[in-house]
Each structure stands twice: as C-alpha cells, then as structure tokens.
C-alpha cells in the first residue's frame, strides 16, 4: 500500500548547524510528498512540496528525491533558532494522514 | 485569499457535557478534514468530507462524535458527552484537490475537566 514513514527521533541541532530529514515513501505510482512544519502553539502550514523527479526549495529548505531508496530529504545547510519546529512529511491525495513528525530543536 | 476559519478559538467543559465546534475551509476546496491532536502527538484523522459526503470516518469514535457538511461548504463536529480524554486541540483542514495541499485552520483547544 501507499504509507510515508519518518525515520528520525527527536532531533537537537546547534544554530548554524546542516539539518537533514529523511522521509520514506512506499507507493506504485508518481509521488509527491509535503513537507509540513508545525511551530509552538500553532496549526501545521505547508513547507514545501516536493516530487521524485525534481528538487524543490522554499524558505532557504530543500526537498530531494532520492529515488535509490525510495526516499526524500528535507535539508537546511545552516538553521536558525526559529527553525525549532515539528516537522512532518505526507503524500498527496489518500487519507491525509499524519505520523507523530520529527521535532527539532535548534539550541544557541 | 481567506484562510479556513474555525470557532471557538478555546472552550473549556465538564466530562458528560456537548461540545460543538465550527469550521469554514478555504472557498472552493470541496474537501474538508478534522483533526484531533493531542498534545504532543501528530494531527489524528477523525473525518474526510468530499462536498457533503463523507470520504473516510473509521477513526471517528462514533458513540460520541459525530459530523456534518450539509451544503458542503461549512463544516460542524461534535462531541456528546465529552471525556477527559478529548482534551486536544480539534483542526480543521480543506484543500482544493488530491494534489493540492492542506490548509489548516488555527483550531480550537478543548479542555474537558
């Protein structure tokens, strides 16, 4: 079946550190895959969407496919104190569904 | 353009009292989703609307809550009688197509004591 599994435990980073996620997908077809961030007290907002076949990038975050292991990476080169966030990955379409994302917290 | 409205904001009950809580997506977005999250957890899915008909309710607690999109516009949940374990903050969500992504409102936190 279609299903999308993050792979990451919580994740502490200092400021200015390289950040990457790592989002799995299992499906038959063409996917597409959201990156979702969800700040403090806030409601989950589109990050970026991503493809298998191209790179995206929003808000200095990158999304790359990594077609060898069915995979795609979510990656900032240097993060700030506001990148502290939960982070998820869901496929198009479906049910919607959400894991419990990868928290991030970004310490001075 | 506007985002998806929800209210209240914030509602504090008893056990065993009714809830209901309001949802107005996105103009145009013909589905609609609800979302329990407790804190710290992902975003659960209680129920998927397409228009007026419903998509996907098996994580829906049918004895106690339950949902409607009658015009297939704007969106009501309830929950009667609440537990104490409803305690989240209850989303609400629609998006334009099966391509598109989710837009989310800014939810209501439900207090049961």
């Known amino acids: 079946g279609d299903s999308v599994t993050q792979t990451e435990g919580p994740v502490t980073l200092p400021e200015r550190a390289a950040l990457t996620l790592n989002c799995t997908y299992q499906?038959?077809?063409?996917?597409?895959l959201f990156w979702y961030v969800q700040y403090l007290n806030k409601e989950p907002e589109l990050l970026l969407k991503?493809?298998?076949?191209q790179e995206t990038d929003s808000r200095g975050f990158q999304a790359s496919p990594i077609k060898s292991d069915s995979s795609f990476h979510l990656e900032k080169p240097s993060v700030q104190l506001s990148d502290s966030a939960v982070y998820y990955c869901?496929?198009?379409?479906?049910?919607?569904?959400f894991g419990d994302g990868t928290t991030l917290t970004v310490k001075p | 353009e506007a985002g998806v409205a929800q209210s209240p904001r914030y509602k504090i009950i008893e056990k065993r009292q009714s809830v209901a809580f309001w949802c107005n997506p996105i103009?145009?977005?013909?589905?609609l989703y609800w979302y329990q999250q407790i804190l710290g957890q992902g975003p659960k899915l209680l129920i998927q609307?397409?228009?007026?008909?419903?998509?996907?309710d098996s994580q829906l607690p049918k004895d106690r809550f339950s949902a409607e999109r009658l015009k297939g516009v704007d969106s009501t949940l309830k929950i009667q009688p609440a537990k104490l374990e409803d305690s989240a903050v209850y989303l609400c969500?629609?998006?334009?197509?099966?391509?598109?992504?989710?837009?989310f409102g800014n939810g209501t936190r439900l207090t049961v004591t």
């Open positions: 991503s493809s298998e076949n």
């Open positions: 499906s038959s077809y063409s996917t597409f």
């Open positions: 869901a496929k198009k379409g479906g049910k919607s569904t």
């Open positions: 969500a629609s998006r334009y197509g099966g391509s598109s992504p989710l837009h």
């Open positions: 103009s145009g977005h013909a589905t």
């Open positions: 609307f397409q228009n007026n008909g419903v998509v996907d």
